[in-house]
């Protein structure tokens, strides 16, 4: 697609309302192992992104399990689709069991060119609110790749942790983050897909998982921060069900780094201010 009919996207926008249901709530608190908020207490920080999900039927995914692409999200056909990071601007928690709306826009499209072939990366805004009132802004950060080996060599050592927490990403896991989320991308429990189509030796790690887990490691050890802003990318994919650690330190006062990653060395990297 030429530049021009991309650039015809920025811009584009969608709505999607629905209800931070308590059904739901229990199922993704399950998923993470621990207790349910309540109706009227805050959504846990980055529980966002198990809901507002296009309900699309199965007759309109792609092959790789994604919504066919051309509908909100600009086509860009024969690519493996990533979620590479994004930013996270924490105004008001959303309440749990009330009617909340989420306004997307797209923000930018561009074509580069990366060590294995072209990427097409695609920032998209998230607004997220409640009673009229903006709870939560986001960018998030959508990659492109022509079909490629993918990118499995070690990364940066893990620095010395002020905190972290071991994680084991079972199968399971996977898949009920999956559920919860209404992902159908297959390389996070389809075997013979994501080892025989996109090239990984095993189920794939979600990255907003990892990013979850990031954050909940950090609010965990430092349970009277207030977070105020959040930004994470992935450097390289973790492989179920190797473990791995969600670790961090404080660098200066309101300011952390956080990290994923495992004896191979970082797949996540991230920082976040707070008060």
Not at 104 to 129: C, N, P, W
Not at 142 to 157: D, F, H, N
Not at 164 to 184: D, H, I, K, M
Not at 207 to 227: H, S, V, Y
């Amino acid at each position: 697609m030429s530049d021009t009919a991309l650039s015809a996207w920025v811009g584009r926008s969608e709505d999607i309302h629905d209800h931070l249901s308590l059904n739901l709530i229990q199922r993704i608190a399950a998923t993470f192992g621990e207790a349910a908020p309540q109706p009227g207490e805050p959504l846990p920080p980055l529980w966002q992104w198990c809901f507002f999900q296009p309900a699309v039927a199965e007759s309109g995914l792609g092959g790789d399990g994604h919504p066919a692409r051309g509908g909100f999200l600009p086509p860009a056909d024969n690519r493996n689709r990533m979620w590479a990071g994004g930013r996270v601007e924490f105004h008001q928690p959303l309440r749990v069991g009330a009617e909340a709306k989420r306004v997307s826009t797209i923000l930018k499209i561009e074509e580069k060119a990366g060590r294995t072939g072209s990427l097409l990366f695609v920032t998209v805004q998230h607004d997220y609110l409640q009673d009229d009132l903006l709870a939560i802004r986001e960018e998030q950060d959508i990659v492109y790749r022509e079909p490629s080996p993918p990118k499995l060599s070690a990364g940066v050592a893990l620095p010395e942790a002020d905190w972290q927490e071991p994680v084991t990403p079972t199968p399971t896991l996977l898949f009920r983050y999956s559920a919860v989320t209404f992902n159908g991308h297959r390389i996070h429990y389809d075997w013979p897909y994501v080892t025989e189509t996109e090239g990984y030796p095993g189920l794939v790690v979600h990255g907003p998982l990892m990013a979850t887990l990031n954050l909940r490691a950090f609010c965990r050890a430092n349970p009277e921060a207030r977070l105020r802003r959040f930004a994470y990318r992935g450097l390289r994919p973790l492989i179920a069900p190797q473990p791995f650690v969600a670790g961090g330190r404080i660098v200066e006062p309101g300011k952390a780094e956080l990290w994923t990653g495992n004896a191979d060395g970082m797949a996540q990297q991230a920082d976040v201010q707070f008060d």
